[in-house]
T-cell receptor, first 115, second 112 residues
Framework: EVQLVESGGGLVRPGESLRLSCVAS????????MNWVRQTPGKGLEWVAH????????FHVDSVKGRFAISRDNARNSVYLQMNNLGPEDTAVYYC????????WGQGILATVSS | DVVLTQSPLSLPVTLGQPASISCRSS???????????FHWFHQRPGQSPRRLIY???NRDSGVPDRFSGSGSGTDFTLKISRVEAEDLGVYYC?????????FGQGTKLEIK
């Protein structure tokens, strides 16, 4: 059974940082592209970041470029999203999304940025 | 960025009747490798999204055959032959041919 355990969300003030983690099991993690997707009531679903299986190439959407960084540790079956200089517009539920022939979604974790 | 425009945004349906959702892309979605990386997702209230259809017309494992996807180029359609109660929720189209990958704004399927 596929399990995705996301952690690291919470309430922070503008300008602060959060580091999201996702620990995966139940599939061959090292073969999957890993992604973070966020969802807000106002903007819907937004693909935030993407990392290829060996971790050497990453993509970030323009709205987070320079502030967020996706990384992975295949030995720990884990993917991370370091989020710096957060703003209210980053408030969202963040999903860990492994993508291979099959696609899985985590349960989502809420990050709230508010003063 | 590729903009995916879904219609309608709200779709009241009668159980047992068919339903159809359209998604139009602002750019062609055929990749340099010849594949079209276009997919449909479904999200029930309070749940994470789940992929239903991949690469335009292929059903994911466990997806009932009442769901079908079609289209090419910039115009795509999701059809449900007979809507059941478990089909309610929001449907999203999505492309990952061009970075950044993008979603449509969602179509809410609800009971009439």
């Amino acid at each position: 059974e596929v399990q995705l355990v996301e952690s690291g969300g919470g309430l922070v003030r503008p300008g602060e940082s959060l580091r999201l983690s996702c620990v995966a099991s139940g599939f061959t993690f090292k073969n999957f592209w890993m992604n973070w997707v966020r969802q807000t009531p106002g903007k819907g679903l937004e693909w935030v970041a993407h990392i290829i299986p060996d971790g050497t190439v990453t993509f970030h959407v323009d709205s987070v470029k320079g502030r967020f960084a996706i990384s992975r540790d295949n030995a720990r079956n884990s993917v991370y999203l370091q989020m710096n200089n957060l703003g209210p517009e980053d408030t969202a539920v963040y999903y860990c999304v492994p993508w291979g022939h099959d696609v899985y979604w985590g349960q989502g974790i809420l990050a709230t940025v508010s003063s | 960025d590729v903009v995916l425009t879904q219609s309608p945004l709200s779709l009241p349906v009668t159980l047992g009747q068919p339903a159809s959702i359209s998604c139009r892309s602002s750019q062609g979605l055929v990749s340099s490798d010849g594949n079209t990386y276009f997919h449909w997702f479904h999200q029930r209230p309070g749940q994470s999204p789940r992929r239903l259809i991949y690469m335009v017309s292929n059903r994911d494992s466990g997806v009932p055959d009442r769901f079908s996807g079609s289209g090419s180029g910039t115009d795509f359609t999701l059809k449900i032959s007979r809507v059941e109660a478990e089909d309610l929720g929001v449907y999203y189209c999505m492309q990952h041919t061009h970075w950044p990958f993008t979603f449509g704004q969602g179509t809410k399927l609800e009971i009439k």
